[in-house]
Antibody
């Protein structure tokens, strides 16, 4: 069974750093890209970017480039999303997701993580 | 970026009703259109890709149609578990973009 399991909720202060994780199982982790999607409180879905676990090649949505960093540790089948200096506006649920097609990083996801709630407040 | 719009933004319906949600792209996206269902507090669930292809395990009362700029999601007979918010997403052009969502609640 394909599963993406994300790390737990986080509460941080503005200016702090954070890394959240997404562990894949039940499939060949290096064969499929991992997408990240943001959902701000009460709002819709925003596609942040995608990373190829086989070589760590990343495609960022320009709207998010420079604000977050994606990475992966293929030895433990885990992808990461990182912030160096959080802002209150980073408060959101962050989902990792696996595209339907292994060869197409932007194909719509068929498997999603359960989401990680990040709250940034002083 | 390609802008996606949905109508209506919300609707009230009864179990057994036929429900249609419309999604429009700001430019031609061929059939690179997906639909997702999201229930409160849950991750989105993929329903349809390539405008009309059902993801594995999705009930056949869901269907999608359209091409170019105009698309529809139809629920032929609304079930209690179908009350949720529905999002369309284009993946023809980078970056993929989602519509604002359509909330389907109980009349």
């Amino acid at each position: 069974e394909v599963q993406l399991v994300q790390s737990g909720a986080e509460v941080k202060k503005p200016g702090e750093s954070l890394r959240i994780s997404c562990k894949g199982s039940g499939y060949s982790f290096t064969s499929y890209w991992i997408n990240w999607v943001r959902q701000m409180p009460g709002k819709g879905l925003e596609w942040m970017g995608t990373i190829d676990p086989s070589d760590s090649y990343i495609k960022y949505n320009p709207s998010f480039q420079g604000h977050v960093t994606m990475s992966v540790d293929k030895a433990i089948s885990t992808a990461y999303l990182q912030w160096n200096s959080l802002k209150a506006s980073d408060t959101a649920i962050y989902y990792c997701a696996r595209p339907t097609n292994w060869y197409d990083s932007t194909s719509p996801p068929d498997y999603w993580g359960q989401g990680t709630l990040v709250t940034v407040s002083s | 970026d390609i802008q996606m719009t949905q109508s209506p933004s919300s609707l009230s319906a009864s179990v057994g009703d036929r429900v249609t949600i419309t999604c429009r792209a700001s430019q031609d996206i061929s059939n690179y259109l997906a639909w997702f269902q999201q229930k409160p507090g849950k991750a989105p669930k993929s329903l349809i890709y390539a405008a009309s292809s059902l993801q594995s395990g999705v009930p056949s009362n869901f269907s999608g149609s359209g091409s170019g700029t105009d698309f529809t999601l139809t629920i032929s007979s609304l079930q209690p578990e179908d009350f949720a918010t529905y999002y369309c997403q284009q993946y023809r052009s980078f970056p993929p973009t989602f519509g604002p969502g359509t909330k389907v609640d109980i009349k």
